[in-house]
């Protein structure tokens, strides 16, 4: 399963490309309104990100006309070769995506809430889709439920567009996305770090580091 990390914060993208986690990033307008706060230009932004991961990096259009997206999403694919764009799942949105499929951009249609929008999109050539399960949950809905709907939907009629869980927003969400053999899960930093924790690690790891003391009492191997 590929772990992309959802933030448009590069110093967050560097630490956890330091871990050797990230296949790639996505952003939205919100992430990027957060990593604006500092005065940092969109430009900036994107293209140090660019730079920092070689995988897939979603940058999403802001306008909710065909037209207007794909002018905007020409443009963004422009700023690297590893710019994926980000397509809301509208009506407008599948008009823009069929002529991007004709492009050979590649897109990741954003917003996704049911099953049947993920198979429009994919019909329309998305490399991803992104459900947004966290979301769901927030409306007292089982946001998961629906990734194995889409699987199954994309196993039925051999569809390669990749799932990307999104809006994840605890570890739990990721371990089901791992059983449900998700392709890619989109993950905030936060979570990506309580991923690799555990107490029993903790405890275990400074009863080991205690022991070795009584072995060599300043700590070091001594070879
Ligand atoms: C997906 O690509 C979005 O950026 C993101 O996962 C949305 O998450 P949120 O619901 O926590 O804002």
Redesign the pocket.
């Known amino acids: 399963m590929k772990i992309f990390i ?1 933030t448009a914060n590069v110093e967050e993208i560097k630490e956890a490309s330091d871990y050797g986690l990230i296949d790639g990033v ?3 307008p ?2 990027i309104m957060k990593a604006n706060k500092d005065g940092k230009s969109f430009k900036n932004i994107v293209s140090e990100i660019l730079k920092t991961v070689n995988g897939p990096v ?1 940058l999403e259009v802001v306008s909710e006309n065909s037209n207007e997206m794909i002018e905007q999403a020409v443009k963004l694919h422009n700023l690297g070769d590893n710019a994926v764009v ?1 397509i809301p799942m509208t009506l407008e949105g599948l008009k823009a995506m069929k002529t991007l499929k004709k492009k050979e951009i590649p897109v ?1 249609t ?1 917003l996704i809430f049911n099953p049947l929008q993920a198979l429009l999109a994919a019909k329309n050539g998305a490399m991803f889709v ?1 459900p ?1 399960v ?2 769901l949950d927030d409306i007292g809905e089982d946001g998961m439920a629906i990734i194995n709907q889409i699987k199954a939907i994309y196993t039925n009629y051999n569809i390669k567009t990749e799932v ?1 869980v ?4 605890n570890p739990v969400h990721v371990l089901r996305a791992a059983l449900m053999g998700a392709d890619a899960v ?1 993950i ?1 930093y936060d979570v990506i770090k309580k991923l690799a924790l555990h107490p029993k690690t903790d405890e275990g790891l400074s009863k080991f580091m205690s022991d070795w003391k009584k072995v060599s009492p300043d700590g070091t191997l001594p070879l």
């Open positions: 959802d996505t952003t939205n919100s992430l979603s980000k990741n954003t992104s947004f966290g979301r990307l999104a809006s994840v927003r989109t905030p």
